[in-house]
T-cell receptor, first 115, second 112 residues
Framework: DAGVIQSPRHEVTEMGQEVTLRCKPI?????LFWYRQTMMRGLELLIY????????DSGMPEDRFSAKMPNASFSTLKIQPSEPRDSAVYFC?????????????FGPGTRLTVL | DAKTTQPTSMDCAEGRAANLPCNHS???????VYWYRQIHSQGPQYIIH???NNETNEMASLIITEDRKSSTLILPHATLRDTAVYYC?????????????FGDGTTLTVKP
């Protein structure tokens, strides 16, 4: 099992540019989560999908952030336009159990730097 | 979600048991206690969870007090690879993940 796959692992961009982060969950998992981690705010849940449907996006910081899950094996988190305060490590996680804060398997993360 | 309180940091000698405490005095009856850890530059890793009974798996043991207001994660034989930030999280197991955070956790340093 390859685990949760995220790409790119590192992204450096300039303020105002569009950024797209990608995630491939573990095959067969029903739930997918996007988190953001910073020194100031720790690890925060941004959005959660269940069976490809967004269930709770209350953690998404503002309209510049959007997430999609077009199928069970792929999800994207897009920031448009990006700002320096978006610099963080973004983690994707998947869970085999529907709608539960249970055993979540995290990807290696994408380190985003916005200049 | 109930708030948790953990010590900022702890040290443990290699080969000895590491006991990591967590206070969750406002926990409600349907909230579970979860433990995750995050090794430097990696994503968090699930360790164990429980409701009211003590739990054990291949990684650790979880001891929950009878009043459920505190718990202890035990790593029976700590190794250098167990050096990580350990997060204690209290959550309701529902269909809605809600706006959850992992808190600051305890930085465990295992020393040779």
């Amino acid at each position: 099992d390859a685990g949760v796959i995220q790409s790119p692992r590192h992204e450096v961009t300039e303020m105002g540019q569009e950024v797209t982060l990608r995630c491939k969950p573990i095959s067969g998992h029903n739930s997918l989560f996007w988190y953001r981690q910073t020194m100031m705010r720790g690890l925060e849940l941004l959005i959660y999908f269940n069976n490809n449907v967004p269930i709770d996006d209350s953690g998404m910081p503002e309209d510049r952030f959007s997430a999609k899950m077009p199928n069970a094996s792929f999800s994207t988190l897009k920031i448009q336009p990006s700002e320096p305060r978006d610099s963080a490590v973004y983690f994707c996680a998947s869970s085999p159990k529907e709608g539960r804060f249970n055993e979540q398997f995290f990807g290696p993360g994408t380190r985003l730097t916005v200049l | 979600d109930a708030k948790t309180t953990q010590p900022t940091s702890m040290d443990c000698a290699e080969g000895r048991a590491a006991n990591l405490p967590c206070n969750h005095s406002t926990i409600s009856g349907n909230e579970y206690v979860y433990w995750y850890r995050q090794i430097h530059s990696q994503g968090p890793q699930y360790i164990i969870h429980g409701l009211k009974n003590n739990e054990t798996n291949e990684m650790a043991s979880l001891i929950i007090t009878e009043d459920r207001k505190s718990s202890t994660l035990i790593l029976p034989h700590a190794t250098l690879r167990d050096t990580a930030v350990y997060y204690c999280i209290v959550r309701v197991v529902t269909t809605n993940a809600g706006k959850s955070t992992f808190g600051d956790g305890t930085t465990l340093t295992v020393k040779p």
